[in-house]
């Protein structure tokens, strides 16, 4: 049994996105960068977490860099997990190390959708100063962009998002980052290979973000956070179902209803799948 669960905004917060129910000063630590603690789990997120890993394969998967992943020394320190998935599934770990046959598989699938520095160009021609304050090339696979949100030209950007469909690339909007992230890239290609290397039968997944929807569809169950992309665009669609509660107390939930899922025989938990992904 798996547990494949999105990290920032899923599972961790930043200050920011705790939720006015949670202060820092009640909440674990779980990633440094220069030398600050920029992101915590609640102690209950951690508690349950904890129990659901002894009985369930807990798979880390995130649009994070190898590098930026490795940042999180709470679930490297924990879980140790066996497996995880970084760069929005262009890289899979196994024991902390990029699997070379995986690499391969997502060089091939690169190869089918329009190259990098076409997309960057493209991209050029509504960037400015005022909204785009920088980007890299994450991992040589996806572009990762800091915006100032507020400033951002929406029906420009929605435009180029049709025009990168016809790309074969898809954009996602999170906070303030964008990602243009080519079709080969994708959490639940990432995630089915970890199912095939592991053996395992039955998984539950969750996320936020539009991004991890390829990750909540290869699952056998998925509960999304009552935030972000997903609940914004599926609120009232019935597709997902979602959490209680949003911001922190959104992880608490997720793990508690995943376990009962787990804990159901294998044919009813079929069954409740089944109703809402």
């Not at 905004?9 to 960068?33: C, H, Q, W």
């Not at 690169?110 to 509504?126: M, N, P, Q, T, Y």
């Not at 180029?160 to 080519?182: D, I, T």
């Amino acid at each position: 049994m798996i547990f494949a669960s999105d990290l920032d905004r899923t599972l961790i917060y930043s200050k920011k996105a705790m939720g006015p129910n949670f202060e820092a000063a009640d909440v674990i630590p779980v990633e440094l960068y220069q030398g600050e603690h920029i992101s915590f789990m609640s102690p209950e997120t951690a508690r349950l977490l904890v129990e659901l890993a002894k009985t369930t394969l807990f798979v880390p998967v995130t649009t994070r860099t190898i590098e930026q992943y490795e940042r999180i020394f709470y679930i490297r320190e924990t879980f140790n997990p066996k497996y995880a998935v970084t760069s929005n599934g262009g890289n899979v770990l196994v024991d902390g190390v990029p699997d070379p046959d995986w690499q391969r598989h997502v060089a091939e699938a690169l190869s089918r959708s329009e190259h990098a520095d076409k997309v960057i160009e493209a991209f050029g021609r509504i960037s400015s100063p005022e909204w785009v304050k920088s980007y890299r090339h994450s991992d040589s696979l996806f572009f990762s962009i800091i915006l100032d949100r507020d400033n951002m030209p929406l029906d420009a950007v929605e435009e180029f998002r049709a025009e990168l469909a016809g790309m074969r690339w898809n954009l996602s909007v999170q906070g303030r980052k964008m990602y243009l992230v080519p079709d080969g890239v994708s959490k639940g290609d990432g995630l089915l290979h970890v199912k095939k290397l592991s053996g395992a039968s039955r998984i539950a997944a969750s996320g936020d973000s539009l991004l991890d929807e390829s990750l909540l569809k290869a699952a056998d169950y998925a509960i999304v956070p009552r935030h972000g992309e997903i609940y914004a665009a599926h609120m009232e669609s019935g597709v997902y179902a979602f959490t209680e509660r949003d911001g922190m107390g959104a992880a608490e939930d997720l793990i508690a209803k995943i376990a009962e899922w787990f804990a159901l025989p294998a044919a009813e938990s079929g069954l409740a799948s089944g109703e809402k992904r």
